[in-house]
């Protein structure tokens, strides 16, 4: 199976910043890759599809770039409501993978 | 609005058996293929079956290959997840999931808020 390595762990950040995690993958999933939000004690939220399309109603802040085996998720200006846990999932190969997830956190 | 409601976690003995449910509104059910993702407390998510739109195909994980039934009622909106041969390790929160986007796989545009289970003596 596809095994997607998502860094770092955990970004300290402060409000207003630039965040930027990563998520490769062990072989090429394509285009085949999602990004995921989730809060504490809620389901994930799809952000992001197809390494860069917005899902319904993600605010443009939230970017996705890459192809092949190396993916990134970005966020231009960090908004509160934006620290999270962020999932990487391709859609590539049998079965649908997760990364081990990127922890955004307040500095 | 979209909903997708889980139910039926609880706690069960290891070599249990439990049916969880996935009531579902706002979606055109009968043209979605269904998922089930769970969520070992502070782990990541892990992909644990599918059912295409009609219920006459289903794919599973190996670790539940065997011991879980994925299955769905179109009359009523909803979808099972029946879970024979519990382990601990299965002990997770269940979420159902949407999938969507053409090709083999799918990716989840909506989640249930999940149901947990937990396997346990």
């Known amino acids: 199976e596809i095994v997607l390595t998502q860094s770092p762990a955990t970004l300290s950040l402060s409000p207003g910043e630039r965040a930027t995690l990563s998520c490769r993958a062990s072989?090429?999933?394509?285009?085949?890759l999602a990004w995921y939000q989730q809060k504490p004690g809620q389901p994930p939220r799809l952000l992001i599809y197809?390494?860069?399309n917005r899902a319904t109603g993600i605010p443009a802040r939230f970017s996705g770039s890459g192809s092949g085996t190396d993916f990134s998720l970005t966020i231009a200006s960090l908004e509160p409501e934006d620290f999270a846990v962020y999932y990487c999932q391709q859609r590539s190969n049998w079965p649908p993978t997760f990364g081990g997830g990127t922890k955004v956190e307040i500095k | 609005e979209v909903q997708l409601v889980e139910s039926g976690g609880g706690l069960v003995q290891p070599g249990g058996s439990l049916r969880l449910s996935c009531a579902a509104s706002g979606i055109s059910f009968s043209s979605s293929w269904m998922h089930w993702v769970r969520q070992a407390p502070g782990k990541g998510l892990v992909w644990v079956s599918r059912?295409?739109?009609?219920?006459?195909?289903?794919t599973y994980a190996d670790s539940v290959k065997g011991r879980f039934t994925i299955s769905r009622d179109n009359a009523k909106n909803t979808l099972y997840l029946q879970m024979n041969s519990l382990r601990a390790e299965d002990t997770a929160v269940y979420y159902c999931a949407r999938g969507s986007g053409a090709g083999i796989l799918e990716f989840f545009d909506y989640w249930g808020q999940g149901t947990l289970v937990t396997v346990s003596s």
């Open positions: 197809d390494a860069s």
């Open positions: 059912i295409n739109n009609d219920g006459s195909g289903t």
């Open positions: 072989q090429s999933v394509g285009s085949y």
